[in-house]
């Protein structure tokens, strides 16, 4: 395969890559940009970039549902999940909630 098409391929998956709002400062957008014009960049490199775009690993390997809900606490994922949108929008717990570790 040209060099050409693997730059193309890997600048596609790039621009196709989410924003992270919570560390603008790391994009991992602007490194697969830059490894596009990598003069050493390899068809491994590639395909291991649509991997991660296309959550290859998350289909082949299902999470189980003992390790989403841990017995001891079972909602553990869920509020973080819940945390990491709400400190996307900017709202953040009020500080009692914070001492007292009240959800």
Do not use: C
Request: no cysteine; hydrophobic share 40%; glycine share 2%.
């Amino acid at each position: 395969m040209s060099p050409k098409s693997l730059s193309a391929r890997l600048k596609t998956i790039s621009k196709s890559w989410q924003f992270d709002v919570l560390h603008p400062q790391y994009q991992l957008s602007t490194f697969l940009t830059s490894l596009a014009s990598h003069p050493k960049l390899t068809p491994e490199a590639v395909k291991a970039a649509e991997a991660l775009s296309d959550n290859a690993a998350m289909r082949k390997f299902p999470l189980p549902e003992k390790l989403a809900s841990p017995a001891s606490m079972p909602l553990y994922y869920t509020r973080l999940l819940d945390g990491i949108e709400k400190s996307k929008q900017g709202i953040g717990r009020p500080w009692w909630k914070v001492f007292f570790n009240i959800w």
